[in-house]
RNA sequence: GCCCUUGUGGCGGAAUUGGUAGACGCGACGGACUCAAAAUCCGUUGGUAGCAAUAUCGUGUCGGUUCGAGUCCGACCAGGGGCACCA
């Protein structure tokens, strides 16, 4: 048997290239658009992660070519960011460079593996071309009054003396000198993505994300239904508080209030103990950074001396505190306390030896809070509550919001645990964000005529020591004339976040080269929409979002077809070392995909990933599998000895064919690619059982693989005299004659299996059972028995209940 | 604490969605070919008992529903991941 894969590869590869065979034009029947997420061209190259479900998607796509579809399925090079940045300054190359080299070694990486990209299509997030429209996109958020500056805490390292993401500062440490952050005060620019927040909530209905991918998306977005409460300050002045729990109002023994609120700066000058609130509120500064749950052991704060809250509902004064659980940008930044029935209020009350009161008859308190989620499982009656005593809580909870509306101290509102997105970066590797501040005019955009605003070159990319863009230092770029009065003015030196460029970048798939829009209309209507997107579970909350938000907008003010424009999300399980654990270099256990398709071929590693496992489940790397693909390749290869001339299927093939057409396909698109591979296997061993088989047969064998380890099947196929099956069609089954008449069932005694029996799938129950009784060791079992009654399934099973 | 997710042979994993548990592959053991090795081929392979037919136990644990449960219901246990004082 002689076969050389790395010259057939490379053959078929090249022959992909010339004719163009995977190059889709926006015109035809059927548009079928399969994305998977673009990578971030790192130094690393490719992983073997990318490579499963580039694969997957891949053998999707190559099916779906061959069942008629027109199926874009493109590939881009999301390359913007810090990690590029990282590289650069570490390595001191400039990182358009560094990027050039590494997307060059992804390229060639996927190249060799095989994918069917639509290479027309390519471009990165750091191309001119496309990153004008990200800026562009970026003045249209502007224009609609979606993006403001607003001044916000930041992570600091005032070692680095830059601002770091929370990834680089988690657990309170810079993660580059190990100092710990601070909190700096930071003006950003900001996209009112909270604006969306019902929005995006119920357009996921309009998607078939999967369940998983929607509930992170729900529970990221954070809905709370609750009140919005006014609450009079003894001598004047009020605030407001949020409450998802109004039943308990007449519980209120203390309000809290958060130590980075506004509201606490408005009471300062009429506190009576400031220097210990200015204490605390510092103590807060240096705290938020940290792992909180380190440092709060037990509930802090102190009193607001002097100043008094009335509880609006019974007229009742109550005191003030500071704590640090409240935030200052959740709700109002104030909440009411109910030690009795919230586990929080009830530490803090202890912790401060405050007042307790049950409004709830729900039994014992003195240990411990009885929260919403117990008591409204049960009818229980409400106390201390003036009017309300007596009434179940269900009830009472309507009606208490009802009696705040009607009084007008308060309304229903939702509140969101979604913010705005900080969308400033102060980094050099980032589109610009294309803004003047000019002294006489304030913001001013870019004109669009003018974009792209190229990221000038510049001969040190590292942060200044202000923890600004090293853009500021490029001063002759920064420095310009206002476009509105022309007078001197000065650029934005923030970049912006990583999250843009991939927020829109399956729109410009659509259209990928056109120099008028950001995509046509028409391209737009031609896709409808991704059909097909797959990535990893963690871009659900992030990427997914900012990318739902992008586009949810952009329809908002017509200039994409679809409010949503991904329908279905899959996710991928990763590929784990073979110690079951998590790739990394530090552990010693990365695989190569470059090694493994060199010395094993790309065709055996593509099968080898389809097949190790369940595809949205981790599963840890084997080499002794993949040893076993490659077997299963060989004999694949193999059987070709037993291939007669005939062009007629063999006829005893004829079920088990059928069959496994209909798996085949239908796994591919449930994404049960380890089965599918497995039919294909039962199908090679059972040609192997035969003494010669027919060109027919084996065709449809290489036929069906081929999705899946396209170069050695386009190879045989072509040893048969074939045209390549890239040009061919996908065969079709025959429903009936994937029905096995004959079949062998169990048959059960009192539940347990005792013998089987051969049947034909049209017998009657009545003669399953004649045949079953007549089993010898069903015998065994009835024989002195009284039979109460035999249940009987055609073609399923017989079981005889005896007693 | 909350949310998600997973528990099936020595291993990766199948199981028509309530109907013969362990498909397919790996590994292991035995055999054939070979001077030998590799490759390939044949056979065995969940535990226990038995030469065998077969019996019995068996899908994280305990209970339930059902003629019948890996699958449905209830309570728990363990691993993995995420969020984390969200009022």
Redesign the pocket.
């Known amino acids: 048997m002689e076969y050389n894969f790395k010259e057939i590869e490379k053959k078929w590869q090249k022959y992909w290239d010339d004719k163009k065979t995977f190059e889709c034009k926006n015109e035809g029947k059927n548009p079928y658009y399969i994305l998977v997420e673009f990578p971030y061209p790192s130094g690393a190259g490719l992983h073997v992660g990318h490579v499963r479900s580039y694969t997957a998607q891949d053998a999707i796509a190559r099916m779906m070519r061959m069942q008629g579809h027109n199926v874009l399925y493109p590939m881009g090079w999301d390359a913007f960011g810090a990690p590029a940045e990282q590289y650069a300054i570490k390595n001191h190359i400039h990182p358009k460079d560094a990027v050039r080299e590494n997307i060059k070694t992804f390229k060639t990486q996927m190249k060799t593996l095989g994918f069917s990209f639509d290479w027309s299509r390519e471009f990165s997030t750091t191309d001119p071309d496309y990153y004008k429209w990200t800026q562009w996109q970026f003045l249209q958020f502007y224009k609609h009054g979606m993006a403001y500056k607003d001044t916000i805490p930041v992570n600091w390292c005032p070692q680095c003396k830059t601002v770091l993401s929370n990834e680089d500062a988690a657990g309170g440490v810079c993660e580059r000198c190990g100092s710990s952050v601070v909190q700096k005060e930071k003006s950003q620019w900001m996209l009112k993505m909270s604006s969306y927040s019902e929005d995006l909530l119920t357009g996921l209905a309009d998607t078939n994300f999967a369940?998983?991918v929607k509930?992170?998306q729900i529970?990221?977005i954070?809905k709370?239904t609750?009140v919005e409460v006014n609450v009079d300050i003894v001598g004047g002045g009020k605030f407001s508080?949020?409450?998802?729990?109004p039943e308990t109002i007449y519980g209120i023994t203390f309000f809290?209030i958060?130590p980075d609120g506004k509201l606490i700066k408005e009471l300062m000058p009429r506190v009576e103990n400031p220097d210990e609130i200015n204490k605390y509120i510092e103590e807060t500064k240096k705290?938020s950074a940290m792992d909180?749950?380190e440092?709060?052991k037990g509930?802090?704060g102190v009193e607001v001396k002097g100043i008094k809250a009335i509880n609006p509902v019974n007229g009742k004064e109550v005191p003030i505190f500071l704590g640090?659980?409240?935030?200052?940008?959740?709700?109002?930044?104030?909440?009411?306390a109910v030690p009795s029935h919230?586990q929080?209020d009830f530490e803090y009350a202890k912790e401060h030896n405050l007042e307790i009161i049950k409004v709830i008859d729900c039994g014992d308190i003195t240990e411990h809070a009885i929260e919403k989620t117990e008591y409204m499982h049960h009818d229980y009656k409400m106390i201390n509550s003036e009017e309300f005593n007596g009434m179940v809580v269900d009830e009472a909870r309507e009606r208490i919001s009802d009696m705040l509306e009607e009084k007008g101290i308060g309304k229903r509102v939702n509140?969101y645990?979604m913010r705005d997105w900080i969308f400033s970066r102060q980094r050099f590797w980032g589109e610009p964000i294309p803004m003047i501040n000019c002294p006489d005019c304030g913001w001013v955009p870019v004109p669009e005529e003018e974009l792209p605003l190229l990221l000038p070159d510049v001969a040190e990319y590292e942060p200044t020591d202000n923890g600004e863009s090293p853009l500021a230092k490029i001063t002759d770029w920064v420095n310009c004339k206002c476009p509105k009065c022309g007078k001197d003015a000065t650029r934005e030196t923030d970049t912006m976040p990583n999250w843009a460029g991939s927020s829109w970048y399956f729109l410009r798939f659509m259209d990928a080269h056109n120099d008028k829009e950001f995509a046509s209309m028409d391209a737009m209507k031609y896709w409808n929409k991704v059909n097909w997107y797959n990535g990893g579970?963690?871009h659900a909350?992030r990427h997914l979002l900012y990318a739902r938000f992008w586009v949810q907008f952009l329809y908002n003010i017509g200039l994409v077809p679809n409010k949503e424009m991904i329908d279905t999300r899959v996710s991928h399980g990763m590929v784990l070392g073979s110690n079951?654990e998590?790739m990394s270099k530090s552990k010693g256990n990365v695989i190569n995909p470059d090694d493994i398709a060199n010395e094993f071929g790309a065709d055996t590693l593509r099968v080898y990933e389809m097949?190790?496992?369940?595809y949205q489940?981790?599963?840890?790397w084997?080499t002794?599998?993949l040893?076993?693909?490659?077997?299963?390749i060989?004999?694949v290869i193999?059987i070709k000895d037993k291939v007669t001339d005939s062009e007629e299927y063999t006829k005893s093939l004829e079920s088990i064919q059928h069959k496994t057409i209909k798996k085949v396909q239908e796994d591919l698109k449930t994404m049960?690619y380890?089965?599918a591979?497995?039919a294909l296997?039962?199908l090679?061993?059972a040609y192997?059982?035969q003494e010669t088989i027919t060109k027919a047969d084996y065709r449809l064998l290489l036929t069906l693989l081929n999705p899946i380890a396209p170069h050695v099947t386009e190879e045989l196929n072509e040893q048969l005299g074939y045209k390549p099956i890239c040009e061919s069609t996908w065969p079709t089954y025959d429903e009936s004659k994937t029905i096995e008449t004959e079949?062998?069932?169990?048959v059960?005694v009192?539940?347990?299996?005792?013998?089987?029996i051969k049947v034909n799938v049209d017998d009657s129950e009545d003669s399953l059972k004649e045949k079953a009784l007549k089993e010898e060791?069903v015998k065994?079992?009835t024989d002195g028995h009284e039979i109460v009654?035999v249940?009987a399934?055609k073609g399923?099973?017989v079981?005889i209940?005896v007693k």
């Open positions: 369940d998983k509930l992170a529970n990221w954070g709370s609750g508080i949020f409450t998802t729990c809290v958060a705290k909180r749950t440092l709060n509930k802090t640090d659980f409240v935030l200052g940008d959740y709700g109002t930044g104030a909440v009411m919230d929080r509140n645990k579970m963690e909350a079951n998590k097949f190790m496992g369940d489940q981790d599963a840890p084997s002794d599998s040893k076993g693909c490659k077997r299963f060989d004999k193999r049960g380890n089965t591979v497995s296997m039962i090679t061993n192997d059982d079949k062998e069932i169990g059960q009192n539940g347990k299996l005792r013998a089987t060791n065994k079992f009654k249940i399934i399923r099973i079981n209940v």
